[in-house]
């Protein structure tokens, strides 16, 4: 990865996947320095590793990727549904593992056209779509919970992973849309103009996965 190529720009995502993306690439010896960890810095240099972290909002990540200003990103699978950019995915890292669902209350009951609240407005539209249920999705941008509790929403479709949030708010999961991890994304003209690069994290971090397995 050092062949005195371009610099490769990566776009890592900060808060929970940050954590164990950069577990990750430590373990396939991607040197990222300690203290950034806790640093504000926003752009990363591992010149040992011709690298250049890009520190990013999760859900920018593959917007970054597909213009260009990052080669390559890690990204969760819902965000990178969300989005739907016109990007590479390359490879599951198996990190922040979660999986997406339809939540409601216990005492849930079927609605002509039900209210759906979520961060996934096209994730979620989609879904419905394709089962033929015709509902009004209202797009919020956190703590989504909230909206079956407060009578803004009959339904959300959010993220699951250990399940404490819904225990705590007296939530059900009903149905699981899909499982949910990160992605290593590639910009479309990068990985052909540093495919050597790129293949060659990619090879790193497969080994370390199967390392791991
Ligand atoms: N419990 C969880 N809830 C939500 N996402 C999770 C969870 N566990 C893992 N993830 C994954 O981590 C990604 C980023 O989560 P994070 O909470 O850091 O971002 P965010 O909520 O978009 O960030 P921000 O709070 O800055 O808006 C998600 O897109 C998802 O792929
Ligand atoms: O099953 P659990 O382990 O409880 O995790 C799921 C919760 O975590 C996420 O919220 P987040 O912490 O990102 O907060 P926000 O979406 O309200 O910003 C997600 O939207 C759920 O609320």
């Known amino acids: 990865m050092t062949d005195g190529g371009a610099v490769l720009k990566v776009a890592m995502p900060k808060g929970r996947i940050y954590k164990q993306a950069s577990k990750l690439f430590r373990q396939a010896g991607l040197p990222i320095p300690e203290d950034f960890d806790d640093s504000r810095r926003l752009i990363i240099p591992v010149p040992e590793a011709n690298m250049e972290f890009i520190m990013a909002k999760p859900v920018d990540v593959p917007t970054y990727?597909?213009?260009?200003?990052?080669?390559?990103?890690?990204?969760?699978?819902?965000?990178?549904?969300?989005?739907?950019?016109?990007?590479?995915?390359?490879?599951?890292?198996?990190?922040?593992?979660?999986?997406?669902s339809v939540i409601g209350l216990p005492d849930w009951e079927p609605v002509i056209h039900p209210r759906v609240a979520t961060k996934y407005p096209r994730v979620a539209s989609q879904y419905f779509r394709e089962r033929g249920q015709q509902v009004e999705v209202i797009k919020l941008n956190g703590?989504?919970?909230?909206?079956?509790?407060?009578?803004?929403?009959?339904?959300?479709?959010?993220?699951?992973?250990?399940?404490?949030?819904?225990?705590?708010?007296?939530?059900?999961?009903?149905?699981?849309?899909?499982?949910?991890?990160?992605?290593?994304?590639?910009?479309?003209?990068?990985?052909r103009m540093q495919n050597a690069a790129i293949q060659s994290l990619c090879d790193r971090l497969s080994d370390t996965l199967a390392a791991k397995a």
């Open 65 to 100: 990727v597909e213009y260009g200003v990052a080669d390559i990103g890690i990204v969760g699978k819902d965000v990178l549904m969300e989005e739907n950019k016109d990007v590479y995915e390359l490879l599951d890292l198996g990190i922040a593992r979660c999986r997406m």
């Open 143 to 191: 703590s989504i919970e909230l909206a079956p509790l407060i009578g803004l929403a009959d339904r959300i479709v959010d993220m699951v992973e250990t399940g404490k949030t819904l225990e705590e708010n007296g939530l059900v999961e009903r149905e699981t849309l899909f499982q949910v991890t990160s992605r290593l994304i590639a910009n479309r003209v990068s990985y």
